[in-house]
């Protein structure tokens, strides 16, 4: 299954997937927005943690009414010296990784305690796993491999130089990743000579031209696997692609509408496209369109060649190498699909009408479907599911909402109060969810919160 970074990925979002002394005040834990109790959890202290304390035998966890979030295991506050988070990622179920615009910091997964923070990895994307033992982190400008206790570079590849072929050449947000490799997009400018003219005439003008390519690197190696040209994007030209299925033989790739230019937007008659890539070469394969799936239709696929997308307010299968449907779940009135989450023999769903559910992949027969209780509408919530894939974290602006993934249970809620300050700034991001192990850690904005899920 392919595991996408932290794209676009900006902090926090709604990408799927993967990879954990003073006693507690009531008014620091206000600021996170819950009351915790008993003495289980020290307070927020200067590096803005509170975390289980073992210097005392830990009072019985208290009893929660229906549906009340459990006690966190920590509670992590990014420090308002700092700007806010621009992506987040759980790396070896070790460490959370936070990039800013200011510089990449990392947090113990078992503690909540801020462990290090470097000034190079600032505004870097992804914090994938080198190896055993490096974290990968792809800043503007330069690929970095993190050391997981102190954050020193060990290694360092600019693009100037890893790519020199491409003066000034731009990279994207990284299209997604798989084990050691990752894939992303990039463009740089050429001058294109004016040819020349015929006898008497006059020469015409050179002109600026953007050459755009699809990459494949091994973040182990440190190398290049394989390159290819594609279309230039929106300006300034780099395309933005997301990885919707990772398949032994290729890759089955979308680009994002808004990096299409006019041109292409006209062409495709308001259907969206889906490229397959070959695994080795990067030679593209093919390009195929989906029923009436639109250009911005949520779409994700598995490696046993099923493509799954939203088409109108229904949410469509189809085989992914003949376009054939497969099956056909109806949506809730004026909602739409958002990104499916794939989990064994079911395939967890998301409406922007707030109704999450599981349907078995196979048939499409729908298992259960219930709401969130969120009102109105909005974005359909993001989906995570805990490392055991018995429980299903439905993410969006206004709260968090944990159901049993088996039947649709709903188990409990979560909302982060925000600043309790009153001349505090108003949070608007949205929540998001990392799941590792029995933990989920909610995100946001600058509060993170562990949470026990089974």
């Known amino acids: 299954?392919?595991?996408?970074?932290?794209?676009?990925?900006?902090?926090?979002?709604?990408?799927?997937?993967?990879?954990?002394?003073?006693?507690?005040?009531?008014?620091?834990?206000?600021?996170?927005?819950?009351?915790?109790?008993?003495?289980?959890?020290?307070?927020?202290?200067?590096?803005g943690t509170a975390e289980a304390t073992d210097d005392k035998p830990a009072p019985k966890p208290r009893r929660t009414l229906p549906g009340q979030?459990?006690?966190?295991?920590?509670?992590?506050?990014?420090?308002?010296?700092?700007?806010?988070?621009?992506?987040?990622?759980?790396?070896?179920?070790?460490?959370?990784?936070?990039?800013?615009?200011?510089?990449?910091?990392?947090?113990?997964?078992?503690?909540?305690?801020?462990?290090?923070?470097?000034?190079?990895?600032?505004?870097?994307?992804?914090?994938?796993?080198?190896?055993?033992?490096?974290?990968?982190?792809?800043?503007?400008?330069?690929?970095?491999?993190?050391?997981?206790?102190n954050g020193k570079v060990v290694h360092r590849v600019r693009y100037t130089e890893a790519f020199e072929d491409l003066p000034g050449l731009t990279v994207?947000?990284?299209?997604?990743?798989?084990?050691?490799?990752?894939?992303?997009?990039?463009?740089?400018?050429?001058?294109?000579?004016?040819?020349?003219?015929?006898k008497g005439k006059k020469k015409g003008k050179d002109k600026e031209v953007v050459e755009a390519y699809f990459f494949a690197y091994d973040i182990v190696q440190r190398k290049e696997l394989w390159r290819t040209s594609v279309p230039a994007g929106r300006d300034p030209g780099t395309p933005a692609y997301r990885v919707v299925a990772e398949r032994s033989a290729d890759v089955l790739v979308r680009q994002d509408a808004a990096s299409l230019t006019a041109a292409e937007v006209k062409k495709a008659k308001?259907?969206?496209?889906?490229?397959?890539?070959?695994?080795?070469?990067?030679?593209?394969?093919?390009?195929?369109?989906?029923?009436?799936?639109?250009?911005?239709?949520?779409?994700?696929?598995?490696?046993?060649?099923?493509?799954?997308?939203?088409?109108?307010?229904?949410?469509?299968?189809?085989?992914?190498?003949?376009?054939?449907?497969?099956?056909?779940?109806?949506?809730?009135?004026?909602?739409?699909?958002?990104?499916?989450?794939i989990a064994g023999p079911l395939l967890h769903t998301t409406e922007r009408s707030r109704l999450v559910g599981a349907v078995e992949r196979e048939s499409g027969r729908l298992v259960w479907r219930r709401s969130t209780e969120v009102p109105g509408t909005g974005p359909a919530p993001s989906l995570t599911l805990s490392g055991s894939e018995k429980t299903l974290i439905a993410a969006d602006a206004v709260q968090v909402t944990v159901f049993a993934a088996a039947d649709g249970e709903r188990l409990w809620k979560f909302?982060?109060?925000?600043?309790?300050?009153?001349?505090?700034?108003?949070?608007?991001?949205?929540?998001?969810?990392?799941?590792?192990?029995?933990?989920?850690?909610?995100?946001?904005?600058?509060?993170?919160?562990?949470?026990?899920?089974?």
């Open 69 to 149: 979030a459990p006690e966190p295991r920590w509670i992590y506050a990014h420090p308002a010296s700092e700007s806010s988070p621009l992506t987040t990622a759980l790396w070896q179920d070790k460490l959370l990784v936070v990039t800013s615009e200011s510089q990449a910091s990392a947090v113990d997964l078992r503690t909540g305690k801020r462990l290090w923070q470097r000034a190079d990895g600032a505004k870097g994307q992804a914090a994938l796993a080198a190896g055993a033992d490096l974290v990968f982190v792809a800043s503007p400008t330069e690929f970095l491999w993190l050391s997981p206790k």
């Open 1 to 47: 299954m392919v595991s996408l970074p932290l794209p676009p990925a900006p902090a926090p979002a709604p990408d799927p997937a993967a990879s954990r002394r003073t006693l507690l005040t009531i008014a620091a834990a206000a600021v996170g927005g819950l009351i915790v109790g008993g003495g289980s959890v020290a307070a927020l202290g200067s590096g």
């Open 415 to 454: 909302q982060d109060i925000g600043s309790a300050d009153p001349k505090g700034e108003t949070v608007r991001a949205s929540y998001r969810a990392l799941a590792f192990g029995e933990t989920v850690v909610i995100q946001r904005d600058r509060s993170f919160y562990a949470f026990p899920v089974a």
């Open 270 to 341: 308001g259907k969206g496209s889906v490229r397959s890539f070959d695994q080795k070469t990067g030679k593209l394969l093919w390009t195929k369109q989906y029923g009436a799936a639109s250009l911005e239709a949520a779409t994700t696929g598995d490696e046993d060649g099923t493509l799954y997308a939203a088409v109108g307010q229904d949410l469509q299968a189809f085989e992914a190498d003949s376009t054939k449907p497969l099956w056909r779940v109806e949506g809730s009135e004026d909602s739409w699909f958002g990104t499916p989450l």
């Open 172 to 198: 994207g947000r990284l299209a997604g990743s798989s084990g050691p490799v990752i894939w992303f997009t990039g463009s740089h400018t050429v001058v294109e000579k004016a040819p020349k003219p015929k």
